[in-house]
């Protein structure tokens, strides 16, 4: 009799639990959704992997069954995920008033407590004035030459292997930019090989967040305890032996911890070079990967890049002088092919925020009256409406020519591959540079043949492409 009273005493307190985690606390009517189980929500689907460019699964399903903005539950989360457009910028150009910059505390471990993701108002401003002075307009035209000596070297060395499996080529060219920039990395000379320990960090990147040795979690957070320590080693030999000329981004970070009246905090700057470590190491490297795929899968696409980058040379009173900055400004279809294969790559698919107080818009988001309770995170899922067959006709056939004629300084509702408002990707314009100097060099100095095609695997926020291998040749073998 005791047991059975136990028994239904249990399962009144489990049907209790059940009830308030699937019926969460509003002052009014939430968006519609499944909460999952209790903690754990949907965190599972959620990580499952997805071999496309397509959106998510996760994403396409609850889409088509309770519309474009719905609720679910992340690692303990509650979370409105966003398609719409409309809601979308508006949430970004909210930023600040209803809406802040947040991430889970998982992600928030792995990309440091104190990252520039995760802070708001002065302080936010202040590291993104730093970092302009690193990627700005005027650093970047200073840094062409450099970025198209490291492409031209890089190619030419991978002309005379068998073959290149790109993602992982590419993504240590663009550390060896990146890292010469921010604190001198030298692949060659330095005894620390850092790009190591990224591929050990990025492996569990997006993994289902369980510290225990071997799961990829608990390789992700060691790979980062790795960088960080190497990181403040180095930090403290920049400040006990001050170069006389900054050099490095390093440098400059040096002496504004050692200013009277800075507000920098050592973890806030080495938390700060880590992140942009690794944006440099991933990010843009997977664009490029798909770029070329798409060369390759696209010979109309390859023309005309050919024509217009070998126009450029033509053009010049010496064909061996190096790009210069009016030359890369001039790259009309070169901009349209990197708006497409941004558009389709989805770097950042997934970007959160959290509400600063209950949100009640009848007239943002489309025939609802929803409400959003104060504290609740928001996904922007910007890859749903890169992927809009109301916007782009055919969203998933990559088409460069549908960027004809249209001018992106920022985003728009329609599109947000470098996210949007305030928070709008610093380093949008070195990702551009890049890309487009490594497609100059390609196109106009060698030919390629694909060796073996390679995988798309992502999930919801990341995407990696695996083993896409192709041998390149110099033009004129």
């Known amino acids: 009799m005791l047991s059975l009273g136990i028994y239904i005493i249990g399962s009144l307190v489990v049907i209790i639990i059940l009830h308030y985690w699937r019926n969460p606390k509003s002052n009014g009517k939430l968006p519609p959704g499944s909460m999952g189980w209790p903690l754990l929500g949907e965190t599972i689907p959620f990580f499952a992997p997805n071999t496309s460019l ?214 806030i700057a080495l938390d700060l070079m880590f992140v942009l470590l690794f944006v440099s190491f991933e990010t843009t490297s997977w664009a490029i990967t798909l770029a070329i795929k798409f060369l390759h899968q696209h010979p109309q696409a390859l023309k005309e890049l050919k024509e217009e980058h070998e126009a450029i040379i033509r053009r010049r009173e010496n064909a061996s002088y190096g790009l210069t900055w009016q030359e890369y400004k001039s790259m009309k279809f070169t901009f349209q092919f990197i708006n497409e294969t941004v558009r389709l790559a989805n770097i950042a698919p997934a970007i959160f925020r959290k509400t600063l107080k209950e949100i009640n818009f009848k007239e943002i988001i489309r025939d609802s009256g929803y409400t959003i309770p104060a504290g609740w995170a928001i996904m922007v899922y910007s890859q749903a409406v890169h992927l809009n067959p109301h916007k782009y006709e055919n969203p998933l056939q990559f088409n460069p020519w549908r960027w004809e004629g249209i001018e992106l300084n920022g985003a728009t509702r329609n599109f947000m591959a470098f996210g949007g408002g305030i928070r709008y990707c610093i380093g949008a314009d070195f990702a551009k540079v890049q890309m487009a100097v490594f497609l100059h060099c390609l196109v106009t100095k060698y030919k390629w043949e694909t060796i073996k095609g390679g995988d798309i695997v992502r999930s919801p926020g990341l995407q990696c492409p695996n083993g896409y291998h192709i041998k390149i040749y110099e033009k004129y073998d």
């Not at 005379?160 to 080529?169: D, F, L, R």
């Open 54 to 267: 397509d959106i998510s699964p996760f994403v396409k399903e609850r889409m088509q069954r309770y519309g474009p903005i719905f609720r679910t539950s992340l690692v303990g989360h509650p979370i409105i995920v966003s398609t719409d457009p409309d809601f979308n910028y508006f949430i970004f150009q909210q930023e600040g008033k209803l809406f802040q910059s947040w991430y889970p505390h998982t992600f928030a471990e792995i990309m440091g407590r104190q990252n520039v993701g995760s802070l708001h108002g002065f302080m936010y401003k202040y590291l993104k004035n730093m970092v302009l002075n690193l990627f700005g307009p005027e650093s970047l035209r200073k840094m062409l030459p450099e970025v198209e000596k490291t492409t031209s070297n890089n190619l030419k060395r991978w002309s005379k292997q068998k073959s290149v499996e790109m993602k992982e080529a590419t993504a240590k060219m663009i550390f060896d930019i990146t890292g010469k920039k921010l604190i001198s990395y030298d692949s060659e000379n330095s005894t620390e090989n850092v790009c190591e320990n990224f591929v050990a960090f990025i492996k569990g990147l997006i993994s289902f967040p369980i510290y225990f040795p071997g799961t990829a979690y608990y390789k992700c957070l060691q790979g980062r305890k790795k960088i960080m320590k190497m990181l403040k080693r180095m930090l403290e030999e920049r400040k006990s032996q001050p170069r006389k000329e900054q050099s490095d981004f390093f440098d400059y970070v040096s002496e504004e911890l050692q200013s009277k009246d800075t507000i920098l905090t050592e973890a």
